[in-house]
């Protein structure tokens, strides 16, 4: 249970860190689709690890293979599952972790809750599930390009105590944010989280950090009253990810600080239809797109395997000292950007169909 | 669609602020649970509006009627349905809006999305919806407390830039919390918040706030991997409340800011189990509970209706001065505690059931 | 659980036959719909009992009543909560059969399933929750029939071991079938069932019976591959029904008999697409509608509560000796049609919702 | 969409006749039940093309390969994907039929629907999307068997107008069954069906025929009220199945000639239960499970792809005389045996989870 995300366009993610592969079935893409490999591969390989010195050293290919779906190139309106091989396993280096759960981390709560261990400690607790969201995130953002020119791009704005200046959020790309080994767009701050990072792997420890992350070209009418409202959603998206603490989109939580007459975005007329004059709404009212920017900031803890002894419990309760062993980045935000791309495209994607359900006539497509 | 929360015991909402009811369906629940208004009533009230001076003046009564699903007092494992009448409606009190659509209100993006406008603006984008919360929130509370002694308590932990000092999360109580009207719980605090609402008022504006809430009492074991984890599930719950900006649990987004060897929570033997030194994980690791207390804070935006003219523009985009005039309260987090309780009661009662589906061993019922 | 039906086109039903109400949640109607309570009260009233001496003698009004989701006569695209009082409750007259199970019905299984039994015995296995479902059906059939003139015309094809000749489904209709008492729109046998029903009344018996339903200007594309095949759908709506034993479509159990080259339909030119020249496949190929009309036959057992004295155990396996006093008819099918048809448009509504969202274009619509 | 099936134990099939793989996701398993490739690899088997000259002629290995979800041979309560390689692709087989659709076939409303066509025609209906069903349903069988001592035994009881006498339900096996070519355990039946077949094929014809399925050691309480009726979602689990045209369970479509009096089951006493004299509820009473043994017929058309010639039209409405060439079975009901158990295994599986979430004490497991 739990590993599948949408209604109409649904993602279902399978597999461990250290089973023989890992991968999504996508069900519910519209035939007719151009599709390959190579539109997946991108940002899979962007989340990959292995990049960099700031990464995890784990060198996986990462190739992924389409196994269904798929005829001469076009999707067929029918289940389209895609693969990634875990060519690297190396489950020893996980071995040592085995006696006692490790802190922050899934260990204690998955051996509870299932009853069972995965060899790899915290089973589908494992940085390898998100290649089924960038499998879904990836066809979704080539869908709903074609379809509205939508555009979402999310890039580092903090780590630990170290922010990025605001950007401009309409024209903001992925060329410039990947020129930056951590994706953070502002040179001088990226090259300062840069240094955090590289002094926190020195100091075997881990550091947390922001993404930010905006969506462009977006139709009105997106979203469901209540209990799915777009925001809604697109939280549940972005906490899934491992290690996220927060979500907060538009004003956030300094909107909570905010009076009614400073934080209202008042209409205008925007070509044939109403745009606002500012954006703390994040362009979300009553849980359905205006037709602003979305935007949102997501917060993510520092890794919880850290190269650094310390002082816990094994499952029997007795005090053991645990150094973590694995592959790990000190700071995982970097990595995590095409994750947080995918899922605010599978959630879009979804609502994209739902709308056309109910009122295709609401939606205009690219000329 | 959008209106049902929850898998196995789901919740069904209805009702426009000026339809002739609203209400909730809530399927799932099982059977032989005592069960009559007077379990439903005291939350409904808690939220209701025109308690004080601080809320808005509409006088419903909000009595609740059970119209299905129990037998002789108690439930019978089918469908509950729940509705409270709107005695109150007063449409004229809407009719001025309808020629522009309010800033920062549904009034423009349901009409774009549905092709059609409620009488009242926003459709189901009325505070009336939330009764279908508190519903099947204080259904939920009941089974939850008699399985497991779980207790849910909210509170107002900031008012604009006022913030509440901590809590003892461990012993605060809806009794405490209610002592204040306000529903903060630090008496001087409490009292510069009152303050500042009344201000707020007198200017015709509205303010913003936060919300805290603990879950005590939890079974280990609660939460879906990876797209249903509890934190990702209670976040969409929380978004989906009306004015919610921003969801972070444990650490939240100051948890981004550490580093792993500050942040981690140790493991320690607790009585015939584990639990941790701190819980910074806010009593959730890889997605399912430890045991401990969970707890999470909501941030809700100002209220978007406000006495105050705005210069704005009507449908046809022509610029217009809009004044609120409707009944609505200058700060809504005292009104939305139950709300976040109840949202989060449905949460933990929809995952405790899917936890006993697949593995009932795992949890313990109280003696 | 397993009170709702549909993924776009969302039918939650509520009640049990004494309970305050029974009704129904309709979530996914898109908006601007023109709706009355008159657009539903003809369908409810159709099946309502007492309607001739065929039929139980219970007189509710079964007077509809729309709590939600419409203003202004259209509907908002929001839930629409329709509810019927039940003012006939009468729950002596179950009060008899408490001691022992009424053999066939659901006391015994609903007792052990859900841990109580509820006053009337089989709670929610009541003929009263038919009214959500003919609920959903009728409007789902109003927005079907403007958007595509479809049509769905159900009717008794047998009583017993009477049965009716074949009918034109091109031709037939609602008001040719009312003309008989018992909805046989042959005449001749018509009266021979009603002789067999009375004889059936009169012997303290019930007899059971068949309904076959057409469903006409059904667009090509309707139903999704695999698990959720138009039939499977339908298959699934029809036996959800009440006493129902069987479903088949098109050559149906007879097509088991047959070669293929006998049965298949072959492809023939039709204004600018193809048809069949026979319709042995219903309608449906593949799981999905080819734009021949769609028919199936339901077949009903006997009613399971007859005024004959049947030697029986009690809950506690005591044999004890039972008589049915409760009113009931004798032969169910006549009452059902509407059930029949109203299944039938759920479904439909539902697979037309899902075709738009992912092929908008496929469908055409009525000038 | 329509891939899926399944609330709680959900199995999403993928894969074409012609792509890379078929396979399934299953998600919802129980952790710690023991599972390797040998416990699906027999339903496989059974299912596969090219046993016997009374089979298609493919010859695939059907070598099933699990990708994730188990660990040291026990499931990890994670999703488990398996494979089958398409290893004996052939589309030029299909090549020839791409000019006209192919008659009752999914040809047609596929490209109708989709708006594009698989290159063997049908996309998804294809007779290797079995595999997900019995992947699905094996591991079912498997977690059924421990827990409840449940069995699952289907065998065919007609082949064209040639009915096998009526099978002791208690007792039959699918080794019994399996000594049969054509799976009817009654020997003479068994070689007149073969007959039959035998000459159908010489006159390159198909037949259809109907299979017969007993579920035996059922819990009480299995099933949910109104529209997820155990024998609703069996009916619609079977008419999932390619070809299938009819459903039927207990007394069936004869129990609609019957009268209450001789159709009711009486109760008796049963060990420390109640059970009924006869089953004509086929062991469903208001949809429940009554702990009686379940059993349904299924009927199937004849095979469409027959190699006589047969005046169609092609796309454009031309008359086209069509041979069909690909490799098809005369009679498919010996191979869909294994399938109607499949389908049978999963939807008690996912019944009896959902049992267990809302009364695990209902229900006993096996000593």
Not at 18 to 41: F, N, R, W
Not at 68 to 73: A, F, K, T, V
Request: aromatic share 6%.
């Amino acid at each position: 249970m739990g590993n599948s995300f949408g209604k109409l366009y649904t993602v279902t993610g399978f597999g461990e860190s250290h089973s023989p592969a890992v991968g999504a079935v996508i069900d519910g893409c519209p035939a007719g689709i151009p599709l390959s490999e190579l539109d997946i591969q991108p940002q899979l390989t962007r989340r990959r690890p292995g990049q960099n010195k700031y990464t995890t050293p784990r060198n996986e290919a990462d190739a992924v293979r389409i196994l269904s779906g798929i005829d001469r190139g076009v999707t067929l309106g029918t289940p389209i599952c895609l693969i990634v091989e875990n060519t690297n396993q190396k489950p020893g280096d996980y071995a040592e972790m085995v006696p006692a759960p490790r802190p922050s981390h899934a260990d204690f709560t998955y051996k509870e809750k299932f009853g069972v261990a995965a060899s790899s400690g915290g089973g589908r607790a494992s940085a390898r599930e998100a290649i089924a969201r960038v499998c879904g995130g990836a066809l979704a953002e080539k869908v709903l390009g074609s379809w509205f020119g939508m555009e979402i791009v999310a890039w580092v704005s903090s780590v630990g105590t170290i922010d990025a200046p605001a950007v401009d959020m309409n024209t903001i790309s992925r060329e410039t944010i990947d020129e930056s080994m951590i994706r953070c767009p502002h040179q001088k701050t990226s090259e300062a989280m840069l240094e955090l990072i590289n002094n926190t792997r020195k100091s075997a420890d881990s550091i947390g950090g922001r993404i930010t992350c905006v969506i462009r070209h977006v139709p009105v009418g997106l979203g469901q009253p209540v209990f799915e409202k777009l925001e809604a959603v697109l939280a549940q998206a972005m906490l899934s990810l491992p290690a996220v603490k927060g979500f907060e989109f538009g004003s956030g939580f300094e909107g909570s600080r905010m009076t009614g007459s400073t934080h209202n975005d008042l209409f205008v007329k925007k070509d044939d239809t109403l745009g606002t004059k500012t954006n703390r709404s994040g362009g979300i009212q009553g849980g359905i797109s205006n037709g602003e920017n979305i935007y949102f900031t997501v917060a993510f803890k520092p890794t919880a395997t850290i190269g650094t002894a310390q002082m816990t419990a094994d499952y029997e309760g007795n005090e053991v000292e645990l150094i973590g062993k694995g592959r790990h980045d000190p700071c995982v935000v970097g990595r995590a950007v095409p994750m947080v791309e995918s899922m605010a495209a599978m959630v879009m994607m979804d609502m994209a169909l739902r709308q056309r359900a109910v009122n295709p006539a609401s939606l205009t497509y690219k000329a």
